[in-house]
Nanobody, 118 residues
Framework: QVQLVESGGGLVQPGGSLRLSCAASVSIPSLYTMGWFRQAPGKQRELVAT???????NYADSVKGRFTISRDHAKSTIYLQMNSLTPQDTAVYYC????????????WGQGTQVTVSS
C-alpha cells in the first residue's frame, strides 16, 4: 500500500514563501508521474504542478514563475517551492503519484493546509 505524506504547510503572509514536501512510504517507480494539486474552499481540486520521468515540469498558469516542483527519484519524494504567495493560493495542497498509462495506480496524500493571510 502506497502512502504519501505531505509536510511544510502553514500560515504565511502575502509575498512570503513556503516549501512543501511529499514522501512516499515505498519506492515509487520513475515511470509514475508525481505532482501537487490543491483545493480551495468551495472550489474543485485543481492541478498545481506535475513532473513525469522525462518530461519537463507542468505548471498551472496561475503559479508559473512563482512555484517550482522538484523530484528526488531515489527518495521517492517531491517538493514544491512556493514564492510570492498570494491569498488566492490558500488551499489544501495534495500530493499525488499515479501511473498515467493504466488504471488503478493512483495514490493521494492526506493534504496539508496552506494559508496566505496578513
Amino acid at each position: 500500500q502506497v502512502q504519501l505524506v505531505e509536510s511544510g504547510g502553514g500560515l504565511v503572509q502575502p509575498g512570503g514563501s513556503l516549501r512543501l514536501s511529499c514522501a512516499a512510504s515505498v519506492s515509487i517507480p520513475s515511470l509514475y508521474t508525481m505532482g501537487w494539486f490543491r483545493q480551495a474552499p468551495g472550489k474543485q481540486r485543481e492541478l498545481v504542478a506535475t513532473m513525469a520521468r522525462r518530461d519537463a515540469p507542468n505548471y498551472a498558469d496561475s503559479v508559473k514563475g512563482r512555484f517550482t516542483i522538484s523530484r528526488d527519484h531515489a527518495k521517492s519524494t517531491i517538493y514544491l517551492q512556493m514564492n510570492s504567495l498570494t491569498p488566492q493560493d490558500t488551499a489544501v495542497y495534495y500530493c499525488r503519484a499515479y501511473y498515467p498509462l493504466a488504471a488503478g495506480y493512483d495514490y493521494w496524500g492526506q493534504g496539508t493546509q496552506v494559508t496566505v493571510s496578513s
